[in-house]
């Protein structure tokens, strides 16, 4: 299956180091070939980069990695396509618009027995499941709060309930923004790293490459770096339980939504 990277910082980062790692998952150190992207919000814009080739190799994924793009939300996935063919339209991250902002879709599994709304405001362009949950979730919400981003804590136990029942359909691991909140949800593997004060060094899994975050930084910063599997080898990742919804704000996951 595919994989995903997000990042949620409470000051401008850029996903440098980590999008180094992940990119060899595109086709150097596992086999997700299929195409890949990467999303930053930046303001109110969301600057997107798509590519149908496998990531290790892309040239623009090369650019990425040398373009230290700052941002406070990330959302990037690289592909191993089961539903619908290998093309630019079916790479994720998806974006939308809702109430005046850009949402970004990522997707990590298979739903295949989900069906599309034909009657919905949303509608995919491409041909994967993926797009039709991410147009399906939209489509959701809107109808429940159809004029403006409700309280988090109204928003949230809304996306439990239409996460869950596209959840029943198969594995819906996702991640999700609007470049103020952060969603992530875990269906069979998901995990995440908050890097605060004292920063250290950390050591990629996929590529001979360590930073000292301690360089890099100050004492107020932090960072939550969102993953289907670790990056590194020397650091202590969370995992995200099955059937779990988190929400990151500021570097931090948010508790006691529920």
């Known amino acids: 299956m595919c994989q995903l990277l997000g990042m949620n910082c409470n000051v401008p980062t850029d996903i440098c180091f980590s999008f180094e790692g992940f990119c060899a998952r595109g086709g150097k150190t596992d086999d997700h070939k299929d195409g890949w992207g990467i999303a930053f919000f930046e303001g109110l814009g969301c600057r997107v980069f798509l590519d149908d080739s496998p990531s290790s190799t892309s040239p623009v994924a090369?650019?990425?990695?040398?373009?230290?793009?700052?941002?406070?939300?990330v959302i990037a996935h690289i592909r191993k396509a089961t539903v619908g063919p290998v093309g630019l339209e079916n790479c994720?991250?998806?974006?939308?618009?809702?109430?005046?902002?850009?949402?970004?879709?990522?997707?990590?599994?298979?739903?295949?027995?989900?069906?599309?709304?034909?009657?919905?405001?949303?509608?995919?362009?491409?041909q994967t499941d993926s797009e039709r949950a991410f147009c399906l979730m939209l489509n959701g919400i809107r109808q429940r709060f159809p004029d403006r981003k409700p309280p988090i804590q109204d928003l949230y136990l809304a996306l439990q309930e239409i996460t869950a029942a596209i959840a029943a359909?198969?594995?819906?691991?996702?991640?999700?923004?609007?470049?103020?909140?952060?969603?992530?949800h875990c269906s069979t593997k998901l995990c995440y790293i908050v890097r605060q004060a004292p920063f250290a060094a950390a050591h990629l899994i996929d590529e001979d490459l360590t930073v000292d975050f301690q360089e890099l930084t100050t004492p107020s910063d932090r960072v939550a770096i969102i993953?289907?599997?670790?990056?590194?080898?020397?650091?202590?990742?969370?995992?995200?339980?099955?059937?779990?919804?988190?929400?990151?704000?500021?570097?931090?996951?948010?508790?006691?939504?529920d």
Do not use: C
């Open 62 to 73: 090369a650019l990425v990695r040398q373009y230290p793009i700052k941002s406070m939300n």
């Open 92 to 126: 994720h991250p998806f974006k939308r618009e809702l109430w005046g902002r850009y949402w970004v879709f990522a997707h990590n599994g298979d739903v295949p027995t989900l069906a599309a709304d034909p009657t919905g405001i949303y509608r995919p362009v491409g």
């Open 169 to 184: 359909h198969g594995i819906f691991n996702y991640l999700l923004s609007d470049g103020e909140h952060f969603f992530a």
């Open 227 to 257: 993953a289907t599997t670790s990056l590194t080898d020397n650091e202590q990742w969370t995992p995200i339980q099955p059937g779990e919804l988190l929400v990151f704000e500021d570097g931090m996951p948010l508790l006691a939504l």
